[in-house]
T-cell receptor, first 112, second 114 residues
Framework: DAKTTQPNSMESNEEEPVHLPCNHSTISGTDYIHWYRQLPSQGPEYVIHGLTSNVNNRMASLAIAEDRKSSTLILHRATLRDAAVYYCILRDMNTNAGKSTFGDGTTLTVKP | EPEVTQTPSHQVTQMGQEVILRCVPISNHLYFYWYRQILGQKVEFLVSFYNNEISEKSEIFDDQFSVERPDGSNFTLKIRSTKLEDSAMYFC????????????FGPGTRLTVL
């Protein structure tokens, strides 16, 4: 599996935007970029995914670099509920099983 | 909104005993997974299951582990002879066809092996 690199931790103030970076310099052309998060004492939760173009949904936006070697998850207005570990995961579209390989992720702390 | 459910929420067992962890995936999903997370560590992939057979498994998923989809709704993980190091949160997940589709995770079962 191609590897992703994320900062260990980030802090944000409530109601401010948060940009969570992810480097994936060895990404292949068939890798989708997925983001999940894990709130304390819960299972992972899907946030967003993309392939080449930027994506928006009700939770977040995903900005993908033109060369696809990095991406940024954007939370437009952080709330206390967004405090979680955020995982950037690559999933090969040619792999039928479609497992997720979790790294250490970024622990986001949101301050009131 | 449909969700993945898991039972029990917490299971305590003695070393060497067999345990079965149960999951009810979302009804129209086709791919099923088990992951585990030892306290304070990463979420680790155990096994994926599709069309009534294992499609991929990790090194962790040795002969002590087995999975089954005994009917149209349940998906189970059996550990035949539990070890202390099997103590972890076990998460079930499911998804639709299409590898780009997101996985929906259950709330987990906390397994404690004494």
């Amino acid at each position: 599996d191609a590897k992703t690199t994320q900062p260990n931790s980030m802090e944000s103030n409530e109601e401010e935007p948060v940009h969570l970076p992810c480097n994936h310099s060895t990404i292949s052309g068939t890798d989708y970029i997925h983001w999940y998060r894990q709130l304390p004492s819960q299972g992972p939760e899907y946030v967003i995914h993309g392939l080449t173009s930027n994506v928006n949904n009700r939770m977040a936006s995903l900005a993908i670099a033109e060369d696809r070697k990095s991406s940024t998850l954007i939370l437009h207005r952080a709330t206390l509920r967004d405090a979680a570990v955020y995982y950037c995961i690559l999933r090969d579209m040619n792999t039928n099983a479609g497992k997720s390989t979790f790294g250490d992720g970024t622990t986001l702390t949101v301050k009131p | 909104e449909p969700e993945v459910t898991q039972t029990p929420s917490h299971q305590v067992t003695q070393m060497g005993q067999e345990v079965i962890l149960r999951c009810v995936p979302i009804s129209n999903h086709l791919y099923f997974y088990w992951y585990r997370q030892i306290l304070g560590q990463k979420v680790e992939f155990l096994v994926s299951f599709y069309n009534n057979e294992i499609s991929e498994k990790s090194e962790i998923f040795d002969d002590q582990f087995s999975v089954e989809r005994p009917d149209g709704s349940n998906f189970t993980l059996k550990i035949r002879s539990t070890k202390l190091e099997d103590s972890a949160m076990y998460f079930c997940a499911s998804r639709l066809a299409g590898v780009y589709n997101e996985q929906f995770f259950g709330p987990g079962t906390r397994l404690t092996v004494l």
